[in-house]
Every structure is written in C-alpha cells, then in structure tokens.
C-alpha cells in the first residue's frame, strides 16, 4: 500500500504561482508512474499532467505551458505558472504503472490540496 500525501496549496492571485508536492510516507516512489488530477467543485475529476519513471511529460491542453511536473525519488511536485480563476480546484497526485490520463489505470491516490485562484 502507497500513502500519497500532497502539501503546498494555498490561496493565490491570478498570475500567480503555487508549488505543489506530493510524497510517500516511508517508500520511494521511483516504481510508479505519478499523475496529478484536479476536481473544480460540482465537475469531475480531470487529468491534469503525468511524468514517467524515466521523465517523460504529458500535460492537459489546459495548462501545457503554465505547469511544470518534476520528480526525484522521494517525491513530484506541481509547479502552477500563471494561475487562472478556473484553475481553482482540488489537486491530486496519483500512482500508477501506465502513463495515461485516466484516472482509473491509477492505484493510489492522495487526499488532495486545495488551490484556490482570486481574480
């Protein structure tokens, strides 16, 4: 069993910038495929960004070019750019063997951060 937990949510302006961070308690995560997701109040979840093992990068159309995924062993941060009213949400990092932006082909999954956006 992986225990996820993020940390670095907060309240921002728009423009703004939020570093996310996701770790797991007492293992390294360097075997999984990490993904973030993000839930807006009243929609559903939605692939936000995935990196591999070796680093490779996916991002949603969304926020390609405003937010950066990086990792080392011990954890995956989200670094947020240029922060939008609509990016406010719950931001969840997730667990897995596959690359994909589907939130079903993830095992383990965090209890998310809330990042809110002021216009």
């Known amino acids: 069993q992986v225990q996820l937990v993020e940390s670095g949510g907060g309240l921002v302006q728009a423009g703004g910038s939020l570093r996310l961070s996701c770790a797991a308690s007492?293992?390294?995560?360097?075997?999984?495929?990490m993904g973030w997701f993000r839930q807006a109040p009243g929609k559903e979840r939605e692939f936000v960004g995935t990196?591999?093992?070796?680093?490779g990068k996916l991002y949603a159309d969304s926020v390609k070019g405003r937010f950066t995924i990086s990792r080392d062993n011990a954890k995956v941060d989200l670094q947020m750019n240029s922060l939008k009213p609509e990016d406010t949400a719950a931001y969840y990092c997730?667990?897995?063997?596959?690359?994909?932006?589907?939130?079903?082909?993830?095992?383990?999954w965090g209890q998310g951060t809330q990042v809110t956006v002021s216009s």
């Open positions: 997730a667990a897995g063997w596959v690359a994909t932006v589907k939130m079903t082909e993830y095992n383990y």
């Open positions: 990196i591999t093992r070796s680093g």
């Open positions: 007492g293992r390294s995560l360097s075997t999984y495929v």
